[in-house]
Structure formats: C-alpha cells, structure tokens
C-alpha cells in the first residue's frame, strides 16, 4: 500500500495539469478541505473556459466579420463603416485576441498558479471594452439596444472572472 501511494503522489507531482490542484491539497486534513478545494479550482477552471470560448468566438469574429460572430458589429453590418479599413483593422487586432485566447489556456493547466491572469483579462481587457461600449453609447455612434448583447456579456464576464478570481484567491500558488 505504501508503494502504490508514493506512486500516487509522484505521478501527480509530475503531471503539469494537477500540479496546482496537488499542491493544495498537500496541507488539507478533512474531506471537506479536499472538496472546497476542489471547488476553488474549479470555479478557477470555468473562469479560464468562458474567457477562452469567448475570446475566440471573438477572435473568428475578429478574422471573418463577414461571419456575424462579434455582436459589437452588429449596428456596423449594416453600414458602410463595414468596409475594407474596418476588416483590415479588425483583423490587426485578432491575433491580440488568439493570444490571449491562448493566454487563458496556459493559464487553465496551472490554475491556481496562474490565477492573476483572471485580474489581467479583467481589468485592462474587460474592463476596457466595457470603458468603449459606455463611451460608444454616450457619443451616440450606437444605441443602446445595438450594444446591449455586448454589455450583457461584459456584465457576464465581470462576474465570472471576477467571482472565479475571489473565491480562489486563498489558493497556494506554487510558482515554477
């Protein structure tokens, strides 16, 4: 039985996806200490899931306007602003957004580790775009109802990160 529970712990010393998780659980004495934790990396992990879906769902939007994928388009998709210089500068910008699409997943392999990374996505990048959508409203470029599908999503992403980042932020974060 010894043998096979330093084997245990080896193997998950060694994978990369549950070192974080391991790490956690190396100093929790109670089943409900391993659950919370569970629950903690978790919550972590579904944070990382929405920004990934969401960013490159954005990040196609980004690469084909055409598409109809990025509701930010959608009083443009109609307009003569969709033009060349809009494709070609939306374009400009989707390789930021494949980056940090791929940001967010490198994050996800060592959650609790890289659990700044959700105060990054936050706040310059969510929070930014939410900054643009107010001022876009408020300059009359759009009205409220062509940009409420992207403030709700704003408001959705606010809360997922933001909570995903909160009730993990006791996490042990061992750093390579």
């Not at 998950?12 to 004495?29: D, Q």
């Not at 409203?137 to 409420?148: D, E, I, R, V």
Request: charged share 15%.
């Amino acid at each position: 039985v010894d043998g096979n529970a330093h084997k245990v712990k080896e193997c998950a010393s060694n994978s990369k996806m549950l070192s974080s998780l391991y790490s956690n659980l190396e100093s929790v004495t109670t089943t409900e200490e391993v659950l919370l934790v569970n629950r903690k990396i978790l919550g972590l992990r579904i944070a990382y899931w929405v920004g990934i879906v969401v960013d490159a769902v954005a990040a196609a939007g980004m690469i084909y306007p055409a598409l109809g994928l990025n509701t930010t388009l959608g009083y443009l998709e109609t307009s003569s602003l969709m033009g060349p210089g809009f494709v070609y500068g939306s374009r400009l910008g989707a390789p930021l957004m494949v980056g940090w699409t791929v940001l967010l997943f490198w994050a996800d392999r060592k959650p609790a580790a890289r659990k700044d990374v959700l105060l990054i996505t936050l706040c310059p990048v969510v929070l930014g775009y939410t900054a643009i959508f107010v001022t876009t409203l408020t300059s009359g470029l759009a009205a409220f109802g062509q940009l409420l599908p992207q403030l709700l999503l704003q408001t959705v992403l606010i809360a997922v990160l933001g909570y995903g980042y909160w009730q993990a932020r006791d996490l042990k974060t061992d750093r390579p």
